[in-house]
């Protein structure tokens, strides 16, 4: 098969995976959340019992195709000689919302939906984090993934034999602080669903502003 028909059909299906992925993510922090809390008792019983884990199971392993032909995507990128500051970043952010699904996010709903013992309140207060923390991270991801082709080659911060920009290394080291925040943090201006928005498009203006300038 020809090169670029086959590097087109790994990106198609990248986008394809990451779709379903990323509205599940949505859809569980804009949607389901509220309705958990307004819903009557037979009502959250029955969604906690049928829709969740069937929702569930596709964002998992939706977020698991896209990490895998996004892999294939990079390394395609990578032995190019295309590799920049914003899909590492990108890339990097997407990573941490992989392992966020199936470390921290499936593991507790399981229990938090009471499909494994276990403290419910507790498990479900680490998968609300993590799943926020995606969520804060979905939009500067979708940012790095476009803006590595679009404007990687023209801006500063762009990785290259002359090395690694500072502004690269603020922003690897903001995204790090802010998945161990996911892991042993606090919600804080993401408890809110207008919170999570705010702060994820800020993060982008953040991050990629620093690249840009600095």
Do not use: C
């Not at 998945?179 to 993060?203: D, Q």
């Amino acid at each position: 098969m020809d090169s670029e028909i086959l590097s087109f059909i790994v990106r198609w299906g990248h986008l394809l995976f990451g779709i379903t992925w990323i509205g599940l993510l949505y859809y569980f922090n804009f949607i389901q959340g509220g309705y958990f809390k307004a819903a009557s008792p037979e009502g959250l019983s029955d969604a906690k019992a049928k829709l969740a884990p069937e929702a569930l199971w596709w964002f998992r392993w939706g977020a698991m195709a896209t990490f895998i032909t996004g892999v294939i995507l990079l390394g395609m990128v990578h032995g190019k000689g295309l590799l920049n500051s914003y899909i590492v970043l990108g890339a990097l952010m997407g990573t941490f919302m992989f392992l966020n699904v199936w470390l921290i996010i499936w593991p507790n709903q399981k229990i938090a939906l009471g499909m494994v013992e276990g403290d419910a309140p507790a498990a479900g207060a680490k998968a609300l984090l993590a799943s926020r923390t995606n969520t804060l991270f979905s939009a500067p991801m979708a940012y790095g993934m476009l803006g590595s082709s679009h404007l990687g080659y023209s801006a500063n911060g762009l990785l290259s034999a002359n090395g690694l920009s500072t502004g690269f290394y603020i922003g690897l080291g903001l995204i790090v602080l802010l998945e161990l925040n996911a892991i042993f943090g606090k919600l804080g201006p993401m408890a809110s669903v207008k919170g999570v928005i705010h702060a994820s498009l800020g993060l982008t203006a953040v991050i990629f502003a620093i690249l840009h300038y600095v």
